[in-house]
C-alpha cells in the first residue's frame, strides 16, 4: 500500500480531485495528517472517502515501538515501519526548543568504523514520507499543533547518510517546511553528510535554507581513510572544495562534525592541520568525544584533552564548540538501541 504522508500538499490535492472531492476537502485531509491521526479519528471528513483512502493509502507508517526516557529529559525512540523494520529517533530538550533526529534510512551502508548503524549495512531508504512521519508522530505525542509545534528543530542525523537517500530527502525538507504543513523553517533544519560532493553539489541547486554539517572526523586524507571508506572516493580537498561553494551559493555557514577519537586524530598538530582546512569561508566546528561503540575498537578522546584540542583550534581563530553529552544512560550512541532490539527479538 502507499502511504499518504509521502504526498505532498499539490499531489493530495490532485489525488483528492479525481476522486471528485471539493476543493476544502484538501485542507482538512492535510491538516488530520500533519496531527498524525489515524482513520478512526478523523471525524470532519465522510466516512466514505476515509474508506476509499484506507484501501490504497496507509494514514500513519510508523509506529512508537519502544521509548527511554534519560534522566536529563532526553528521549530516544524506536519506530515500526508497515514492514516491520526498525528505525530510530531522539529528542533533544534545549531552552530555545526540542529537537528531534531522525533517520533517513534503514541502516547505512557507508561503513563508518566509529558508528553502529552501519553494522547490519543498509536495508533500504526510508520514503519522503516515512522521514515525515518521525516529526509529526513525536510532534503529537507530546501534544503538539501545527500553530503550536512541539518540535521546533530537526536534525537528519540519524541512521542512514541523508544524502544516500537524495530525493526522499529533499521531498522531506520541502514537505516538512510547507507552511500548508507542520512548517518547520528550513534554518531550524541540518543535515549531515559523511562527505557525498556530487550530491552536496546537487543539493547547492536546490535553494533550500537548511544548514549543512559535513562529517569530516580527519584532517587529512590518510587519517579519514582509517576510519570513513568514504575517503576512498572524495578526497577532503574535494570536501571542501564542495563546502566552500555551498556556502557561496547559500551564504549559509558551514558545520564540520569531528568526532575525537583516542590517538587517531586528537594530537595537537591534528588541531592545526584542522584550523588550516577552515580559512576562506563562514563556518564551525563541532567536537564530539567519540560514543564508543564495542563492536569496532576505538576509544572517544577523554573530556579534558578534547577542551585542550578545542582551545588549539580557537587560537587559529576557528569558531569551535564541544557537543554537549545527551542521553548517555539511555543505550548511547546512534544505531545501538536498534540492534540490541534486533537481537531480542531474533
Known sequence: MFNLHDLSYEELGNLLSDLNQPKFRLGQLYDALTLYK???H???IPKSLIDTLSKNYVFQPIEIYRQLKSSDGTMKFLYKLTDGNIIEGVLMKYKYGNTLCVSTQVGCRMGCKFCASTLGGLIRNLTSGEILSQVLCVNALLGGTKEKRQITNVVLMGSGEPLDNYDNVVKFLRCVSDEHGINISQRNISLSTCGLVDKIDKL???NLQITLTISLHAPNDEI????MPIANRYSIKQIMDSAKAYFKKTKRRIVFEYALIEGKNDSFENADELA??????????NLIPLNEVKERGLKGTNRHRAYAFMDRLKSHGVSATIRRTMGEDIEGACGQLRAKVLKETQ
Not at 579519514?224 to 576510519?227: A, F, K, S
Open 38 to 40: 489515524s482513520p478512526s
Open 42 to 44: 478523523i471525524s470532519n
Open 224 to 227: 579519514r581513510r582509517q576510519t
Open 276 to 285: 588550516g582546512l577552515m580559512k576562506g569561508f563562514s563556518n564551525h566546528v
Open 204 to 206: 547547492r541547486e536546490e
